[in-house]
């Protein structure tokens, strides 16, 4: 059944993969996001100020109609020292939109959030277990619970939690690319651990599925595994290299000094996890997603021609 779908960040990296993902089925209206900044760090403080917020009733009129609010606005750089923006872009607006929803009459909210709110957490799942370790995780943490503070009001509020996100440009996975076709790309042994990592066209299809598919999805739904290992990852990526596997102990010691370094130094702390991640991987939990239903587009293969395109575009 086709749906009138009002999706925020339309213009942004995975605001653009979903809007053509919907486009051929839905009537998708794309909606600027304003640009708020807050000193609000709080779920509470946070709620107080959507509540006042100057923009709620255009963005409400905007919504008039509208069957789902896809919120795939905010701010992506998880190693941003501007506190201010990052708390007004990824927790005061989701509440500020949510409010709007609301008071609009939509059926259903979609908030797209990140693996990162639950941090080293040894099983990423759809628990309400979120472990706030630097600015960008805090600010995603506050947006998860100011949205589901006011889920309550008659409206069903998914909260979806990609990983890492690949696609050919973007500066992370450039980096990754370059990592692991050089003399760095190692693994802590053994090597054949999760990762949780996801290419662009998967995590926009997912989003599109839990906004229009007919059963009401539960609050809080993470990405499934899409079978990488921190092995894969880097052999994909370098066109079939093999990585380097540092002993266990050498590396979690890299990796305990660069998260206390990273209490000092905030940067740090989102690199040292960017690391732990490369290095040791992280299980990913059954999914709801995959229970439903819900296949990604694309398999392995996807790795493989990210690494091409990325040394094409070299």
């Not at 059944?1 to 486009?23: E, N, P, Y």
């Not at 872009?89 to 990140?114: D, H, K, T, Y």
């Amino acid at each position: 059944m086709s749906r009138r779908i009002a999706l925020f960040g339309a213009t942004g990296f995975v605001g653009s993969a979903v809007r053509d993902a919907l486009a051929a089925d839905h009537d998708v209206l794309v909606i600027s996001s304003p640009r708020v900044s807050s000193t609000r760090r709080s779920p509470e403080d946070v709620l107080r100020a959507s509540a006042e917020s100057e923009h709620l009733p255009r963005l409400a009129a905007a919504l008039a109609g509208v069957d789902v609010v896809i919120n795939a606005a905010g701010n992506p750089d998880a190693s941003s020292l501007d506190e201010d923006g990052l708390y007004g872009a990824n927790a005061l607006l989701p509440a500020v939109l949510m409010r709007a929803a609301v008071l609009a009459g939509v059926s259903r909210f979609v908030q797209v959030s990140s693996a990162v709110v639950q941090n080293d957490k040894r099983i990423l799942d759809s628990s309400e277990d979120m472990r706030a370790f630097s600015p960008y995780s805090g600010s995603k943490v506050v947006g998860e619970q100011v949205v589901r503070e006011l889920s309550n009001q008659g409206i069903s509020v998914v909260r979806y939690r990609p990983p890492s996100v690949h696609a050919p440009g973007r500066r992370v996975s450039r980096m990754l690319a370059r990592i692991a076709s050089s003399p760095a790309a190692s693994v802590a042994r053994p090597g054949d651990q999760p990762t949780p990592q996801a290419l662009l066209p998967n995590v926009a299809s997912a989003i599109a599925f839990l906004s229009t598919v007919e059963a009401t999805p539960p609050p809080v739904i993470h990405h499934p595994s899409e079978g990488v290992t921190v092995t894969s990852l880097m052999s994909d990526l370098s066109g079939g290299r093999r990585p380097l596997r540092l002993p266990r102990w050498l590396a979690g010691l890299v990796v305990s000094l660069s998260k206390l370094v990273g209490r000092v130094h905030r940067p740090t702390a989102a690199n040292a996890r960017r690391v732990e991640l490369l290095w040791f991987g992280q299980v990913q939990a059954d999914s709801w997603l995959s229970a439903a239903g819900w296949l990604p587009p694309i398999g392995r293969k996807g790795w493989e021609n990210l690494a091409h395109s990325g040394r094409s575009r070299s």
